[in-house]
Structures are given as C-alpha cells and as structure tokens.
C-alpha cells in the first residue's frame, strides 16, 4: 500500500528514500542515488552567502571597507561546527580565492564544493576588514 501511495505505481521494483521514488530500473537515476548513500558524506561547508558584486553594491557602507570591485563570495552567516566555522570564517569575510584560483561568485564555489570528497583540505583566500588573509578548508 506504501508503494502505491508514494508512487502511484503497482510495478516493480520500487526503490523509495525520503525524498524520491524510483519505480523500474532507471540505472541513471539508481547510480545518482547510489552515490548520493556511498561512503563516507562529506562535511557541509556552512556557509549562507551571496556574490559579494551583488551584495556590495546593495550595501555601500560595507563595500566602503573593501578594495573597490571586490568580486567573491560575501559570508553572511557560519553553521556552528562545519568546516567554514572550524577553518575560522566569520560574517562578513569575503572569499575571493579557492585552490589557487580566483573565486569570483557563490557559483564557484558551489561547483568547488561539489568536487571535494571527506578528508580533502583546500586553501580559501578572503577578505577581513579590507586585509587579505588564508584559510584551510579541512572537509
């Protein structure tokens, strides 16, 4: 009954999870949620942000502690106990650099995130009070 309530499908098989129902062998969809379970997860990053452009251009008395046209990722909030509070990020640091290369949108540093695996560490650079300074990622 669960099956026919959730899918709408008496076929089989049926592969559900909190979030998604899978009715017939779709192997695509099966690897994603395979890889979605698999191993050990990744920390979260924790950080609620923004692109720092827009952000800046909204905020004027913020931007007027910052190089003119600072491009980045703006930090407007940390989780407790993630990777972005243990490597010592705070609200209002502004990354501008990831892994050697230049981050210059929240964009960026999604699709970063998203290659890194638990265990692998990336150096951040970023913005406080105007001053450049590093950080380690430890995932």
Do not use: C, N, W
Not at 124 to 129: C, G
Request: glycine content about 10%.
């Amino acid at each position: 009954m669960e099956m026919i309530r959730r899918s709408g499908q008496q076929g089989v098989p049926v592969v559900a999870t909190e979030d998604e129902v899978i009715v017939g062998f779709d192997q695509a969809r099966l690897a994603r949620l395979a890889e979605k379970y698999a191993g050990p997860k990744r920390p979260p990053l924790g950080v609620l942000a923004a692109d720092a452009e827009q952000y800046l251009a909204r905020h004027p008395e913020v931007a007027a502690k910052l190089p003119p046209g600072t491009k980045g990722v703006y930090v407007g909030e940390i989780r407790p106990d993630t990777v972005a509070d243990r490597a010592g990020l705070r609200r209002g640091d502004v990354i501008i650099g990831a892994a050697g290369k230049r981050l210059r949108s929240m964009a960026l540093l999604d699709q970063l995130v998203a290659t890194l695996k638990a265990g692998d560490a990336v150096t951040v650079r970023f913005l406080r009070d105007g001053e450049e300074q590093t950080a380690t990622l430890q995932f």
